[in-house]
């Protein structure tokens, strides 16, 4: 049987004692009461007091006036390890000044790429509720165009471009539009714009961008510019899949647009991968440039860089480089024409 003490327990509330037993248990000291009550106090709820070398062990549980504990017998002490008062406290405050602290000013402005790397952990499911909440404030009202014919050509050429092992589900709507653009959504969601559609010098062109907008997607980009500008609650929120309610609130003081604008860093990484990815779908990626230097033409409202983007001519010269270290590449129309031409007509319905 466990050593029992005996002690004196105040409530806090009156000078009055009680008589009580006190046992150690593993998760602190269990505390028995003359009438038959037990309670345990765990190691982390109370603190040793005592002053004095002699005299009686101390102990106190609870905000002022604290609950008290008293014990004669110095025994007693030895049960209480010193980590029972001191590793939780120390071990809980270097946690809080690792979230205060150190998470921030990592995403901030410490190691580049904190934030990419946290939003590796943030689930699926929880990038496609952000997406979906960033594509609905944003196009509340879009018309999304699905001719029929037009529709069966877009999912062939997103088939040809989506990998097995993918883990997204890539959802791409075309709007009726005259923008001349395209913008990737975290979780999977593409917006085609109409008036890239109607730009685009072939099939294989838009597979280009297509292909560009699901690297945004792939890599997890959208979501890192969020990790990078929310507030820490909303990394924790974000990391433990809480974020779909609150997207909302996930979104205060964040502006929405800015998680679509990406770094110059980003931008390449994007077009990288789409080269890599057009590559090994048999898709002939200089088309991709065609489309760039289209793109390179039209402004646009909206931040995805690839209308936009200042070092247009230095990114194409990129990607020719590095389209003229794949010599032996052999690539297949992505679409036949007349797909193509009911892909550009989805519109009219
Ligand atoms: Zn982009």
């Not at 690792?98 to 901030?108: E, M």
């Not at 009726?176 to 099939?203: C, H, Q, T, W």
Request: hydrophobic share 40%.
């Amino acid at each position: 049987m466990a050593a029992k003490w005996k002690g004196n327990y105040f409530d806090g509330k009156s000078a009055a004692s009680q008589k009580v037993e006190i046992q150690h248990v593993s998760e602190g000291i269990l505390i028995e009461f003359a009438d038959g009550r037990m309670r345990v106090w765990r190691h982390y709820e109370f603190r040793l007091k005592q002053d004095r070398p002699q005299g009686p062990i101390r102990l106190e549980y609870g905000e002022f006036p604290p609950e008290i504990i008293e014990v004669e017998d110095p025994s007693f002490r030895e049960g209480l390890k010193e980590r029972h008062f001191k590793r939780p406290r120390y071990l809980s405050l270097w946690l809080a000044l690792l979230a205060v602290l150190l998470i921030p000013s990592i995403i901030y402005w410490g190691i580049p790429g904190a934030s990419g790397w946290f939003a590796r952990f943030v689930p699926v499911s929880v990038e496609e509720q952000l997406g979906n909440y960033v594509v609905n404030e944003l196009f509340p009202d879009r018309r999304i165009c699905q001719a029929d014919a037009g529709r069966k050509a877009l999912d062939e050429m997103v088939m040809r471009l989506t990998t097995e092992e993918s883990e997204y589900n890539f959802k791409v709507e075309v709007v009726d539009s005259d923008l001349v653009n395209a913008i990737a959504f975290p979780g999977g969601n593409i917006l085609i714009f109409r008036g890239l559609l109607e730009k685009s010098p072939s099939a294989d062109a838009l597979a280009g961008v297509l292909a560009h907008e699901m690297q945004h997607i792939l890599h997890r980009h959208g979501t890192e510019n969020l990790l990078s500008q929310t507030a820490l609650s909303g990394i924790f929120r974000l990391l433990s899949g809480e974020a779909g309610s609150l997207a909302k609130t996930l979104f205060d003081g964040v502006h929405i647009l800015s998680i679509l604008k990406y770094t110059r860093q980003l931008e390449e990484e994007a077009d990288e991968s789409a080269l890599m990815l057009l590559i090994k779908s048999g898709v002939d990626p200089a088309a991709m440039i065609k489309m760039f230097q289209v793109l390179s033409k039209h402004s646009s409202p909206f931040p995805e860089a690839i209308s936009t983007h200042p070092d247009m001519s230095s990114r194409l010269e990129r990607l020719e480089t590095l389209i003229q270290q794949e010599p032996e590449f052999k690539s297949r129309n992505v679409l036949t024409e007349t797909s193509w031409e009911s892909l550009q007509n989805i519109c009219q319905s």
